[in-house]
Nanobody
Framework: QVQLVESGGELVQAGGSLRLSCAAS??????????MGWFRQAPGKEREFVAH????????YYADSVKGRFTIFRDNAKNLLYLQMNNLKSEDTAVYYC????????????????WGQGTQVTVSS
């Protein structure tokens, strides 16, 4: 199995920055085979795609709402996934989840097999 643990969420003012981390572990986790992504869920809303990074070439994909402000990157040697969030807005407030799968469709949460427990990001305006 694969275990994912997010960290780094906190209260921040609008315009500020945060870096989220996701630590991956487990016998079957192979960072060189897993596509990984970040999703978020605000109260009363559905879980939505934020960003994805492919395992094969580390190409990245972003939701339009975060493009130019967020950056996803990974450290395969340490089994870590990151989400650098700059110029945060109040609408970025949500629980952020990292997810992994062998061949996920980047923006489709149902195609990811493994999920972390989430980390809360609150942006005050």
């Amino acid at each position: 199995q694969v275990q994912l643990v997010e960290s780094g969420g906190e209260l921040v003012q609008a315009g500020g920055s945060l870096r989220l981390s996701c630590a991956a572990s487990g016998r079957t986790f192979n960072p060189y085979r897993m596509g990984m992504g970040w999703f978020r869920q605000a109260p009363g809303k559905e879980r939505e795609f934020v960003a994805h990074i492919r395992w094969i070439d580390e190409s990245t994909y972003y939701a339009d709402s975060v493009k130019g402000r967020f950056t996803i990157f990974r450290d395969n040697a340490k089994n870590l996934l990151y989400l650098q969030m700059n110029n945060l807005k109040s609408e970025d407030t949500a629980v952020y989840y990292c997810a992994a799968a062998l061949r996920p469709v980047p923006n489709q949460p149902g195609t990811y097999n493994y999920w972390g427990q989430g980390t809360q990001v609150t942006v005050s305006s």
